[in-house]
């Protein structure tokens, strides 16, 4: 895999269609977190991209995933920090990315309705009776004066 593409079935997300960039970040480091920019962002406008059909893009739209990922602009973005060192990072937001896309272009796997099985109905019929006459027997006595 080339770095800084993500591969997704076939698919290949060009360089230039990421955009980096990178900011002082956070967390362990010492001083280097005062000097060095090792906190990575990468924005994808995957609406522009060229590299995904209409289909993959419907997907990524309507995907619950994604909406917490998109920024003010509609374009995914994707934060990393863990690292001390900028190209770490970097590969890691591009890892992130990568394995977004992948999780939401997947084409869902069709549910094969089941029959209920003639034991599960009696189960449930039996226990409806049972709840019924648990319910019937706390009821008050009517007298018959009524």
């Given at each position: 895999?080339?770095?800084?593409?993500?591969?997704?079935?076939?698919?290949?997300?060009?360089?230039?269609?990421?955009?980096?960039?990178?900011?002082?970040?956070?967390?362990?480091?010492?001083?280097n977190?005062?000097?060095?920019?090792?906190?990575?962002t990468?924005?994808?406008?995957?609406?522009?991209?060229?590299?995904?059909?209409?289909?993959?893009?419907?997907?990524?739209?309507?995907?619950?995933?994604?909406?917490?990922?998109?920024?003010?602009?509609?374009?995914?973005?994707?934060?990393?920090?863990?690292?001390?060192?900028?190209?770490?990072?970097?590969?890691?937001?591009?890892?992130?990315?990568?394995?977004?896309?992948?999780?939401?272009?997947?084409?869902?796997?069709?549910?094969?309705?089941?029959?209920?099985?003639?034991?599960?109905?009696?189960?449930?019929?039996?226990?409806?009776?049972?709840?019924?006459t648990?319910?019937?027997?706390?009821?008050?006595?009517?007298?018959d004066?009524?």
């Amino acid at each position: 895999m080339k770095q800084g593409t993500p591969h997704l079935r076939g698919i290949v997300i060009p360089e230039s269609e990421l955009q980096l960039s990178f900011a002082r970040s956070g967390g362990p480091g010492g001083q280097n977190v005062n000097k060095v920019e090792t906190k990575v962002t990468i924005t994808f406008d995957y609406m522009a991209s060229h590299a995904l059909s209409w289909e993959q893009k419907g997907r990524i739209a309507r995907h619950v995933r994604v909406q917490s990922c998109l920024n003010a602009d509609g374009m995914i973005a994707i934060t990393s920090q863990r690292h001390r060192s900028q190209l770490l990072n970097r590969e890691d937001a591009i890892e992130k990315l990568h394995e977004l896309l992948h999780e939401v272009t997947r084409p869902r796997k069709r549910r094969i309705p089941t029959k209920k099985t003639k034991s599960s109905e009696r189960k449930r019929v039996d226990n409806k009776r049972s709840r019924s006459t648990t319910k019937t027997k706390r009821q008050k006595v009517r007298s018959d004066e009524d």
